[in-house]
């Protein structure tokens, strides 16, 4: 692979006859090149350390999108240059090829998810080509491939068999009128619609797969292993939601134990009425009959809504009284039970104590149904009187109404910190009728889809034998090819006549297949594990692979997916860890997040509002590295920023102008270069390697563009002084092409290989190392503070003493009209920053 000859330039782009700059015909033979040589190919190589990097790997829509390429080209970039400083790097590509638009389009088109989706990765590959970024292609995985596939099923087996995946019963979005389940995108309108007919979605228990993901819940909450983004670890941690508190037994008058989970048992004295979610099963139960209609009417409201629309802060709380009454155990008070949507099944026990003077969502209920509120938290010097009260007091104070505990500090402490709370849960644990808890507000992973194009879940029903998995040695289950779509969009799996049909691992008498398929984001929790041996089928991955490759040391992607996709493979890893398939806490080391490209009209981009940008048309137009420089340079990539359709000409202009620099070397009259022009032009140089070294190692990639656009106007100016041909020039020269060849690879490789004469490959080039002697600047800049104002700035030698600087900025003339003859009483040199005069 190694070329030290100049590469013969196959078309005339370099030529005496034509030396402008043609990027779409230099890029393709470039590509063509680097593919031909395997340049990109990353084997195991211990003599060298390794580089995972990984961008997430997009749905075959059909159409890459100018996301896509603002996620893509900066982190091969940055691959590009972690390649320079001598680390083997693996920087693959695929496809989360499974989920429900193929499906949809398959109900409306009749076009089979198979070949929509074979199709749309053929076209998106070569749109990626285009880009002319380092996937290794040769470990590209698709997510709806069988010999992919056929993993996912033996990871949910392993999962199974730990333990980590079971069923229950569990609420879906459900349209009566297609009897079928709904995904969230397919339920429109504040009236909660089904998109194919129009009818009112009703919530629907079914019995679903789950995976036990709240048993690594604490081990979730810890990232001091990891290099990710403060904003990802918040919205984890807010997410996951662990509490500290107590778990109290309330009773019915009838004897029915009603568990409550409470962060603030230290109020537990002024619970003045229960709410049971609609869902509870003890609700029919203790409704007596004159509340029964009401109660029935309430339940079925409730089922209309989303859990998110129940649990909007801003929602009115509504309830209804179901007539029974629950014994408060702490001082066997009465209180009254009733239902509201605010409270749901799905977190904690579906039953909470309610507090009105100390909650405020409590007391807007209390105020608005006339219930009692009584104040147990005195704050200091106020006396809170419960018919009075105008708002809850959530805060600090001291315990009143709470017979024993009156006069105990309670403080904003959480948990067993707060000395009333540590009080309190002690006395309740010394009775039996509470104890010290925690609680998330995270819910295991529910991952059955009522759905076709999926991974199959490899689980077989006997009637004796129960649930039980397909044996490994029969995996992958297969989707059948000949299914039909009906326009109400109920599952084809599980109307096909024979697919579900099979026989009992157990006993071999028949048995039924599961017909639910995975959630795509199981796909998506394992697919950095399946690049390291695409090809592999004696296990999901090689060993050898793994143990050289693993982790990955850098992934990028949207911060959308942070609560959903980087959550489930965290715990993904964990899981597999525990049964001996993976090694170590974390999957990924390192995080970062790019921002969003919205179109031209500050809106987010999509074909209904006509601002999408296409980079296709793009490349066409200005070449791929144009667009590569452009998208690194328009925002910050953490941030993202509106489209500027104009903007793209800045980078265009740019690398025309490196073309003209480095193709037309030597003006027609050149000059003898002094000392100090020599001397500035390395040292301009140096400190731009430094910059964008650091820019790189950082991800701020808009800098580096400006710093090699500041760079090239420098050269220009040296050249015009007669530079070029010189040593210093020469060195500048192949600085500039190693900093732009992890930006615009192409015009990069043409340039150092066939304008420089220097060997194939760029790309295989060692990054250059700073020389902070030629870097150091001869003289700073220094402003001068007179009581905190500037007054001025004076320049010194950059290694000038203490007390160089401090007579400097006396003789300045500036200092002097503002001192008005007085003698200073402090003088400070910060750091060589800054001069501070104190008169």
Known sequence: MEDTKKVENTTDITTKRDRSYQPQALEKKWQAKWEADKLYRAVID?????????????????DLHIGHWYAMVPSDARARFKRMQGYNVMFP?????????????????????????????????????????????????????????????????????????????????????DNTTLAREQVIGEERVCERCGTPVIKKELEQWFFRTTKYADELLHFDDIDWPERVKTLQTNWIGRSEGASVIFKTETGDPIEIFTTRPDTLWGATF????????????????????????????????????????????TGVFTGAYAINPVNGERIPIWIADYVLMSYGTGAIMAVPAHDERDFAFARKYGLTIIPVIQPEGVELIGET???????????????????????????????????????LEERGIGKR????????????????????????????????????????VMLPEDVEWKPTGESPLKQHPTWKNTTCPVCGEPATRETDTMDTFMCSSWYHLRYLSPHYDKGPFDDAEYNYWMPVDTYTGGIEHATMHLLYTRFFHKALRDAGITEGGEPMMQLRNQGMVLGEDNEKMSKSRGNVIAPDVLVERYGADTVRAYLMFFARWDMGAPWDSQGIE???????????????????????????????????????????????????????????????????RAREAGAAGTTQWEEATEIYIKMLAPVAPHIAEELW?????????????????????????DTIELPVQINGKVRG??????????????????????????????????????NKRLVSLVV
């Not at 749309?120 to 290794?136: I, K, P």
């Not at 290989?753 to 150091?776: C, F, I, M, R």
């Open 437 to 476: 808890a925690v609680n998330y507000r995270y819910r295991d992973w529910l991952i059955s889809r009522q759905r076709y194009w999926g991974a199959p879940i490899p689980m077989i029903y006997c009637d004796v034998h129960g649930w039980n998995p397909v044996p490994e040695d029969q995996l992958p």
């Open 46 to 62: 211990e003599t060298r350390p390794k580089h995972y990097a990984l961008t997430m790997l997009p749905y075959p829509s059909g």
């Open 274 to 317: 229960m709410v049971f979610s609609p869902e509870h099963p003890l609700v029919d139960k203790i409704t007596t009959p004159e509340h029964k209609a009401a109660v029935e009417e309430y339940k079925t409201q409730a089922a209309r809504q989303s859990d998110i629309e129940r649990e909007a802060v801003d929602k009115e709380k």
């Open 389 to 427: 009260m105008e708002a809850a007091h959530e805060h600090e104070g001291v315990m009143i109404n709470s017979g024993p505990f009156n006069g105990t500090r309670a403080t904003n402490d959480k948990g067993m910190k707060n000395p009333a709370i540590k009080a309190v849960v002690e006395w």
């Open 650 to 716: 800045g980078s265009a202009r740019w690398l025309r102008r490196v073309w003209t620099l480095f193709t037309d070397m030597v003006p027609a009259e050149s000059q003898t270069p002094t000392s100090e022009v020599l001397r500035n032009l390395r040292r301009r140089v140096h400190q731009t390697l430094r910059r964008v070294t650091h820019d790189f190692e950082n991800f701020e990639f808009n800098t580096i563009i400006s710093a090699l656009m500041e760079l090239l106007n420098e050269m220009y």
């Open 93 to 177: 590509m695929g496809f989360d090829a499974f989920g429900l638009p193929a499906e949809n389009a398959a109900i409306k088109e009749g076009v089979h998810p198979m070949k929509r989706t074979r199709e749309n990765v053929e076209r998106m590959r070569t749109q990626l080509r285009s880009m002319g970024a380092m996937f290794d292609w040769e470990r590209e995985t698709v997510s709806s491939d069988p010999d992919y596939y056929k993993w996912t099923e033996w990871f949910f087996i392993q999962l199974f068999k730990m333990g980590l995946a079971y069923r229950k019963m569990s609420a879906v979005d459900w349209c009566p009128k």
């Open 753 to 777: 290989t066939n304008q420089l004469g220097k060997p194939y490959s760029v790309h295989q080039q060692q990054w250059p190392k700073v020389d902070e002697a030629a870097a150091k600047e």
């Open 793 to 830: 700035r004076i320049t010194v030698a950059a290694d000038a003493s203490e007390e160089e600087i401090r007579s400097a900025a006396l003789a300045s003339e500036a200092v002097k009209k503002y001192l008005e003859g007085k003698e200073p009483k402090k003088i400070i040199v910060a």
